[in-house]
């Protein structure tokens, strides 16, 4: 067989997946390779164990696909064969239960992880076998549109020694002023910081720069 050929069997084998592909290797294997798996990988750069592997597949018969999924077929979800549990689910989870706060969702926020909902349930009566495990309590809490995201708390502000005091001088000083017909009040904003005189653009102001200039060409 010329290389053109291999190359097509290497594209058809390249377009297959999982049984059909170890089987069609092991196949071509035995048909062009003698069954040699050693020759195969040479030939075509198929690894021999995948080889080996299709040639046990083929050794035990076609697959049965549907006695080997029948198994799951119609089988209820856990929420659905025990509908008890399920309610006793959104009792536990839907006091701790919030919505997105901008409604852009209809999904439902929840502060409970699936290990706490199964604790609850524990101190409600359950044990441990009529509970289901803690990834499966995760996946019916999906299903019932709870997801786990904690709710940040308010952090509290930051007070020191001196802030009464500060505050308590801040307004004596206010009302000073607010009694006083000559005092002109100003509200200034001090958050920003901006450098200024001999500090700002480098040591270069150019309004000083002018008026020196100024001063210089009167004298």
Known sequence: MDAAADGLLILAASQMRGTQRRRFLSEVCERLCDGNSRRAEERFGWGRETIAKGTAERAAGPIDVKAKYSKNLGKKRFEDANPQLAIDIRLIVEPH???????????????????????????????????????????????????????????????????????????????????????????????????????????????????????????
């Open 97 to 219: 239960t919030h919505s997105d706060p901008e409604l852009k969702t209809e999904r439902q926020y929840t502060n409970m992880s699936a290990a706490e909902v199964r604790q609850a349930l524990r101190d409600r009566g359950y044990c441990d076998e009529q509970l289901p495990s803690e990834r499966t309590l995760r996946d019916i809490l999906n299903r019932m549109n709870h997801r786990l995201k904690r709710i940040q708390k308010g952090k509290p502000l930051k007070k020191t020694k001196d802030t009464d005091a500060i505050f308590e001088n801040v307004a004596a000083a206010h009302k000073a002023a607010a009694e006083d017909p000559e005092c002109l009040e100003i509200s200034l904003d001090t958050k920003a910081k901006v450098k200024v005189g001999e500090y700002s653009q480098g040591g270069k102001n150019q309004d000083r720069s002018r008026w020196e200039c100024a001063s210089r060409s009167r004298s």
